[in-house]
C-alpha cells in the first residue's frame, strides 16, 4: 500500500465522524522525502559501522529498502479505509444475542515493539457476540494488521481490537487472545528457545462468563 493510498485511508475514516479514529490511535505521519533520503543516510552509516559492506550491488540499496520497509510496517497508524463497512443486524434478544459467538482466526499478524523496534508476530483469535452490528469477516483481519503495524506492545495490540470493535459494533461482549514470538528476546538478550507470549482480553459478556471463555477457546482449538 502506498503512503498516499493510506493517507486517503485516513482522510475516509476521518469523514466517517464516529468513525473511531481516537479510539483508534491514528494520525497522518508527514514523513518528507527529504527527511527519507536523510533517515537512509543515518540507516547507512548505522549498518556500516555495525559491520555491513554497503558498496556490493546486493547492499547498496539497502538503507532505502530498509526505510521503506520500516515506513511500511509501521503504516497502522495511518488507518484502513477499507474497515468502515459495518452492517446493521437485528438483535432479537434472547439467549442467542448474549451467546452467539462470531470467531475468527488464527490471524497471523507481525508488529514491532517499541522497546527494541524489532519484530514480535504471531496469531490473533477474535470473537464478540453482536448486537445490532456485525463487521465482515474479513475486517477483522484488517482490524487486528491496524494496530500491529506499528511500534507497540502486545498488551496494547490486544486492548485496542478490543475496544476498537466495542466502539464499532456495540457488541454484547469482545474477546481477544494473542500468542506471539518476541524477536527482541529470541535474537539478543537471554536467547530464550522459541517462547510463546499468550494474552488475552475480555470485554461484556466474556469478562463475566466463564463458559463463554471456554467455548471461545475451545472454538479457537486452543483447548488441549
Ligand atoms: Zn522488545
Ligand atoms: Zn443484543
Redesign the pocket.
Known amino acids: 500500500m502506498s503512503i498516499v493510498e493510506v493517507a486517503n485511508g485516513l482522510e475516509k475514516l476521518e469523514a466517517g465522524g464516529e468513525a473511531d479514529t481516537a479510539v483508534m490511535g491514528l494520525h497522518r505521519r508527514d514523513v518528507s522525502d527529504e527527511q527519507l533520503h536523510r533517515f537512509e543516510q543515518y540507516a547507512a552509516e548505522i549498518f556500516s559501522a555495525f559491520g555491513m559492506e554497503l558498496d556490493s550491488p546486493a547492499t547498496v540499496d539497502t538503507p532505502r529498502r530498509f526505510v521503506r520497509a520500516l515506513l511500511d510496517a509501521t503504516a497502522g497508524y495511518e488507518g484502513d479505509p477499507k474497515l468502515l463497512t459495518v452492517f446493521e443486524t437485528e ?1 432479537r ?1 434472547g439467549p442467542d ?1 448474549r451467546l452467539s459467538q462470531v470467531i475468527e482466526g488464527p490471524i497471523q499478524f507481525y508488529a514491532l515493539c517499541e522497546h527494541h523496534a524489532l519484530p514480535f508476530y504471531g496469531h490473533a483469535y477474535v470473537g464478540y457476540i453482536a ?2 452490528r456485525i463487521i465482515g469477516i474479513s475486517k477483522l483481519t484488517r482490524l487486528v494488521r491496524l494496530f500491529a503495524r506499528r511500534f507497540t506492545v502486545q498488551e496494547r495490540v490486544g486492548q485496542q481490537i478490543a475496544d476498537a470493535l466495542d466502539s464499532m459494533l456495540a457488541p ?1 461482549g469482545v474477546a481477544v487472545y494473542l500468542e506471539a514470538h518476541h524477536l527482541c528476546t529470541q535474537m539478543r538478550g537471554v536467547q530464550e528457545a522459541s517462547p510463546l507470549t499468550r494474552t488475552t482480553f475480555w470485554r461484556g459478556e466474556y469478562a463475566d462468563n466463564p463458559a463463554l471463555r471456554s467455548e471461545f477457546f475451545v472454538a479457537c482449538g486452543l483447548q488441549r
Open positions: 438483535c434478544g444475542c448486537h445490532e454484547h
